[in-house]
């Protein structure tokens, strides 16, 4: 760990161009002829993840096809930084503007347009790249999101075709002994990088040797499924590695999958008695569960918190203020993951609040709905800090904003 008065952060995982076709709906006939079947078949499912060959495979034609079927003549509405892995860290640097936390992302990415892109959006961050390298023989990994903004409610949902490019080259061995020399280290959505996620426990094992704080935040781990359809799906090689990760971040489907289980409560008592340290699950616009058995945290009851009413009654009342979910669940990571640092600039691992660190994520996730993507593309440094802080204290107003949870 870090000695220094500067909180050292250090993500690695899934980064990638996002492109968002935000009106598409999941009812048009070009859309529901791509469906899937049986799980892992390789069709498209709302709110799930696919790889553009395993589409093609599952339709018999050519990604571009498929591609003009869905969207037509429409050009993409925006392009923007995504992944789990990348959007949680830039978000978390946003919050962390301020002086004594320093934000670092360890990946690799083609040398093309998308990368030029992708770091042109970046560089107006105060994310550190310096780790994040350019490789010629293989294209920046991508997503096509197909947004449909009336799916669900207010929220609507997103569907992605992803290309896995050049996380398919990215090792372990890349990670040197700086990312392990931090406070914190981060491992985002590995199920897209499978060197590292085969090799997820090592690594964890790796910085706890270190006296690192390990997070993990998942994503829909399609290979998994393709591979194994119905079955659980593998994060670490046994149950006992649960012990390696000190914050778990899901959303309800990767909860499921990951434990095996068809239901929030059942997911929700798996966790609880597996040796992680703390989990949090988001579920769309539905309560957030969260919980600690002691380690980093302060040990406390199953806990939910429903989403942000002001953001929900918002986006109600100003439709034109609406972006989109992308991101919602990479931010709500992000902010758990500035909520850390903040903590451990003021206490000792053991005594980190645990309900703080949930108010900062959902607030995050709440602004994400503001704009379209993943990434906020901020006026000025700090500007996004005042309007999730604004958000956040807005949501302690709520009546019942915590409460117990209790398992069926």
Not at 18 to 30: E, T, W
Not at 107 to 126: C, E, H, P, V, W
Not at 378 to 393: M, N, T, W
Request: aromatic share 12%.
């Amino acid at each position: 760990m870090n000695s220094s008065d500067i909180i050292l952060i250090s993500g690695t995982g899934c980064a990638l161009g996002d492109y968002l076709y935000g009106q598409v709906s999941y009812k048009s006939q070009n859309f529901m002829k791509y469906l899937s079947e049986i799980p892992g078949d390789g069709g498209l499912s709302p709110g799930k993840l696919v790889f553009t060959e395993d589409l093609e495979a599952f339709s018999g034609k050519s990604y571009h096809e498929i591609l003009e079927e869905i969207v037509g003549n429409n050009p993409d509405t925006s392009f923007n930084a995504g992944g789990p892995s990348l959007v949680s860290l830039i978000h978390a640097s946003q919050l962390l503007s301020t002086t004594g936390h320093h934000v670092k992302f360890y990946g690799i990415a083609g040398d093309d347009q998308i990368s030029a892109d992708l770091f042109r959006i970046i560089g107006k961050t105060s994310l550190n790249t310096d780790n994040y390298h350019k490789f010629t023989s293989l294209p920046t990994p991508f997503t096509h999101v197909f947004s449909d903004p009336d799916y669900e409610r207010v929220a609507g949902e997103r569907t992605f075709l992803n290309n896995i490019g050049a996380a398919a080259g990215f090792t372990p061995e890349m990670l040197d002994n700086s990312f392990f020399e931090s406070d914190i280290v981060c491992f985002g959505g590995t199920a897209l990088v499978p060197n590292l996620h085969s090799n997820l426990s090592q690594l964890l094992l790796r910085g706890k040797k270190n006296n690192c704080i390990t997070v993990v935040n998942t994503v829909y781990d399609f290979p998994s499924e393709k591979r194994n359809p119905g079955k659980p799906w593998s994060l670490v090689k046994n149950i006992d590695d649960y012990e390696l990760i000190d914050v778990l971040i899901m959303d309800a489907e990767e909860a499921k999958k990951i434990s095996g289980t068809d239901n929030m409560h059942s997911a929700a008592k798996y966790f609880k008695t597996s040796k992680v340290s703390s989990f949090f699950i988001t579920d769309g616009t539905n309560d957030v569960v969260f919980y600690s058995g002691g380690g980093v945290f302060k040990k406390t009851d199953l806990l939910s918190a429903p989403v942000s009413e002001y953001v929900i009654d918002k986006l109600l009342a100003r439709p034109d203020m609406n972006g989109d979910t992308t991101g919602c669940g990479d931010n709500f990571a992000g902010g758990v993951i500035a909520s850390l640092s903040w903590q451990l600039k003021n206490f000792k691992p053991g005594h980190f609040d645990i309900v703080e660190a949930a108010t900062w994520g959902i607030a995050s996730g709440g602004f994400a709905c503001f704009y379209p993507g993943g990434v906020y593309p901020e006026k000025y440094p700090g500007e996004k800090l005042q309007q999730v802080r604004f958000i956040r204290e807005e949501f302690l107003k709520q009546k019942d904003c915590i409460k117990k949870w209790r398992l069926a």
